[in-house]
């Protein structure tokens, strides 16, 4: 097993068992463990982490402590369990992506890694293309465009993601039977 | 309809995993037999599309905007298991390469969206498609949004009840149907308004754009 | 290559649109696994002044397209200062709407994929979409206008997606021409085309009595396009602004911009190797 498989197969172990451990002590035990694997990044990591969760827990637990005021019972254990527990989640998501090389975990199907690859590779020249085609609407307009302008605006970049992926289908697809890789 | 990971339960995750693996050999053997040796490339393209779809702006009434899904005219567009193995990787990419999104929430989201999403849309498009193209196109991208979001809501609501503590506390997601029925459905209902514009105006633009290449 | 067209432009002109000490960087996205923020641009300092054609030079990657963008204040820099007309430009100060208007009419970008840019139902309403915003009267009549100036007269029923590349970028033209701005950024326009088309394009650019600044790699191309040059080398610094022609003469400064190269070639019997050009480069 190579060295990537090897951290996909601890990262889903690490999140089925912070999915079944429910104590907050062993919950904070195992972020510390996370944080302190991830070495000189650990700041980086636990910052992005932050960040990515901040807005949908904070949304949740000013809900649960509201009714929890309302209804007159604590929801601290509660709310620091889950909060615990997201945030080791996602520490450790991070974790694997900066340390592990996914395509390399999945090289036993060579029809995945093709896959993901490709799909990989076009979705970052897409997110390129639909910055500019944001921007583009945003240069043009004078005022705020109307509801009618951006719908339009978006349906063309839509048609034209559209045709793009059939085109670039077409052209890997020739490329595939070019170089003799037949499916698995 | 971005659940992070942590607010569902391994009792919902893990039987979850168990069927969204069965359909995706389904799915993949289906998908093989249509396209033949073509299958890798069509599903990383759209993939892609699927993708990007997924960031494209969704203007709402009153100047906000939500993001489209895509789902209702992916299906429509390439069929609906292509649209369920589509919406499926790009969760596994966004999870395991971009970081957003939960590795534990991607069967959820695989079985709402990219399952019930594009057969529901698939449905409606054959229903109303003799009626009229445009009222078909829009009721598939309404409800590829509409009825996955009810799922979701029914997922999450019932997390309290299956997963307590001793004390009888949420160790997931901790609020019930009562709530989640409401603050999750009743805004994807109006997003899928949304949507479905999308999808009548993204599906007559690319019919045009494939009328030109066929000239 | 004698430069009639273009004359360079007194440092008594007044300053329209200005950059000081720009920086600017990507934000570092999770999949970015090195997590290194990536470097675009470098202490950027440089000022176009009113009625001047200038050219902007860059390998690929070198940060011209973010430049153009920055200029367009459509991306704000990490650090420095972005002035029009001797104020400053801030995402914050755009959303007042008066700079707002007066700027985007102003000031505009022609992108480097003409497709980011169309999004009406025929070519009419992309050329009338700038001019409607203005409220200017005669919308017809100016639409014409610009379609006939750029050629695309013919096609003013038809949806943009059916025209060809170049027909599309010459509809973009249109459509930022009927704002009739002070200011045209274009990124690479002649990438797209066929060698016809550009001769139009140089033309057409040399006529127009707007300030322009064209970012092209193609040094071939680069003098026909203005007659001040800005370079981008590959370390995201400028590393050269002033008159085209005696960059033309600095094998050194076109080497560590990579817009030369070097390959074997023969002459009769011998075979030698030294820094030049093509055009198809």
Request: net charge positive; charged share 15%.
């Amino acid at each position: 097993m190579n060295r990537d498989r090897a951290a996909l197969l601890l990262y889903l172990i690490a999140v089925l068992a912070a999915t079944l451990i429910h104590d907050p002590v062993w919950l904070a035990a195992g972020l510390g463990l996370a944080l302190l694997a991830s070495g000189r990044a650990a700041a980086g990591i636990l910052r992005r982490a932050l960040l990515a969760v901040l807005a949908f827990n904070l949304a949740i637990s000013l809900s649960y402590a509201v009714m929890a005021w309302l209804q007159d019972f604590s929801p601290w254990q509660t709310l620091i369990r889950l909060n615990l527990r997201v945030l080791l989640l996602t520490v450790l998501s991070f974790l694997f992506i900066a340390r592990a090389n996914l395509f390399r975990a999945l090289d036993f199907s060579q029809g995945l890694t093709y896959v993901l690859g490709l799909a990989y590779s076009q979705a970052l020249i897409f997110r390129r293309a639909h910055e500019d085609f944001r921007l583009a609407l945003d240069s043009r307009s004078l005022r705020r465009p109307r509801l009618i302008d951006r719908y339009r605006a978006s349906a063309a970049a839509t048609a034209w993601f559209i045709e793009k992926s059939l085109h670039a289908a077409t052209q890997s697809a020739q490329a595939l039977r070019s170089r003799g890789f037949f499916n698995d | 309809m971005h659940i992070p990971d942590g607010f569902i339960s391994p009792q919902t995750y893990l039987p979850a995993y168990a069927v969204a693996a069965g359909l995706w050999a389904y799915a993949a053997r289906r998908v093989k037999r249509d396209l033949d040796a073509d299958t890798l490339p069509f599903l990383a393209a759209y993939t892609a599309l699927s993708f990007v779809l997924m960031m494209v702006a969704l203007p709402l009434p009153g100047g906000g905007t939500a993001h489209a899904a895509g789902i209702g005219l992916l299906a429509v567009s390439f069929g609906g298991w292509m649209g369920f193995l589509a919406i499926s990787l790009v969760l596994a990419m966004q999870a395991l390469l971009f970081g957003d999104g939960g590795i534990t929430a991607l069967p959820i989201n695989a079985l709402a969206m990219g399952f019930t999403g594009s057969f529901a849309a698939l449905a409606a498009w054959k229903l109303f498609g003799r009626l009229n193209e445009n009222v078909a196109l829009f009721l598939a991208g309404w409800i590829s949004i509409a009825l996955p979001s009810v799922l979701v809501a029914l997922v999450l609501g019932i997390q309290p009840l299956i997963a307590q503590s001793a004390q009888g506390a949420p160790l997931f997601f901790p609020f019930g149907l009562e709530i989640t029925l409401p603050a999750i459905v009743l805004p994807h209902l109006l997003v899928g308004i949304a949507e479905g514009g999308l999808t009548v105006l993204g599906y007559r633009y690319f019919a045009r754009l494939r009328a030109k290449l066929a000239t | 290559m004698t430069d009639i067209r273009y004359r360079p432009i007194g440092a008594d002109a007044p300053a329209v649109l200005q950059l000081t000490d720009v920086q600017h960087r990507y934000g570092s996205s999770v999949g970015n696994a090195a997590g290194n923020p990536a470097e675009v641009l470098r202490d950027i300092n440089l000022t176009l002044r009113a009625g001047e054609k200038s050219v902007l030079l860059g390998c690929n990657g070198s940060g011209k397209s973010t430049l153009l963008k920055i200029l367009n204040g459509l991306i704000a820099p990490t650090a420095g200062r972005v002035s029009y007309q001797n104020e400053e430009i801030t995402p914050a100060r755009l959303k007042e709407p008066g700079l707002h208007r007066r700027f985007r009419g102003e000031v505009a970008l022609l992108f480097q994929n003409p497709d980011a840019m169309l999004f009406n139902p025929t070519v009419f309403d992309e050329i009338a979409f700038g001019p409607r915003q203005l409220e200017l009267p005669d919308i017809e009549a100016r639409v014409r206008h610009w379609a006939e100036l750029v050629g695309v007269d013919t096609h003013l029923r038809r949806p943009p997606f059916g025209l060809s590349g170049g027909e599309k970028q010459k509809v973009c033209l249109a459509a930022l021409l009927a704002l009739e701005p002070k200011v045209l950024l274009l990124d690479e326009p002649s990438a797209a085309l066929d060698p016809r088309s550009t001769g139009w394009l140089i033309d057409f650019l040399a006529d127009l009595p707007v300030t322009t600044l064209t970012s092209t790699h193609n040094l071939g191309l680069a003098p026909e396009l203005g007659s001040r040059a800005l370079v981008l080398g590959e370390d995201h610094r400028l590393i050269y602004d002033g008159p085209i022609q005696a960059l033309l003469g600095d094998m050194d400064k076109l080497a560590a911009a990579n817009l030369v190269h070097t390959h074997r070639h023969r002459h009769g019997d011998i075979e030698h190797r030294h820094t030049h050009v093509h055009d198809w480069q």
